[in-house]
């Protein structure tokens, strides 16, 4: 999987036209920092607020996850790794994490196992899926 988000997709996501985006594909690295700042932006009892200047990230996040399993996944992965707290993990865990994997756990299982292998950040977010 690339490290990029193409343009086409991230508006068909949204629901918006492309001439509605910036010019270029969306870097996964720059999806998950923004993402994290709508995250935090929140708290559990109150989630960040729609008009929060990265709102979009949410709505893209959640695309991804029902949508583009693979993509989504990726974009998971990038959020992970771009924790800086173990509160940031919980966010991503208990998020996009969790819904990828009630929703396509089967066919991501694999990958889910090798990157938990491979990388002791995401094997620690698996434990906040409930």
Not at 101 to 120: C, K, M, N, S, Y
């Amino acid at each position: 999987m690339k490290d990029v988000l193409p343009r086409t997709l991230v508006a068909d996501a949204l629901g918006v036209g492309e001439d509605a985006l910036p010019p270029g594909d969306l870097p996964l690295d720059r999806l998950a920092e923004r993402f994290l700042a709508y995250l935090r932006a929140g708290d559990a009892d109150d989630p960040a607020p729609a008009d929060h200047p990265d709102a979009w990230t949410y709505a893209l996040m959640d695309a991804l996850t029902r949508d583009h399993p693979a993509r989504g996944f990726a974009a998971v992965v990038a959020a992970v790794a771009a924790c800086d707290t173990p509160e940031d993990v919980a966010l991503v865990a208990a998020g996009p994490l969790e819904d990828l994997i009630v929703q396509h756990g089967a066919d991501l299982i694999d990958a889910v196992e090798t990157r938990a292998a491979a990388a002791p950040r995401f094997a620690y977010a698996l434990t906040g899926v409930w």
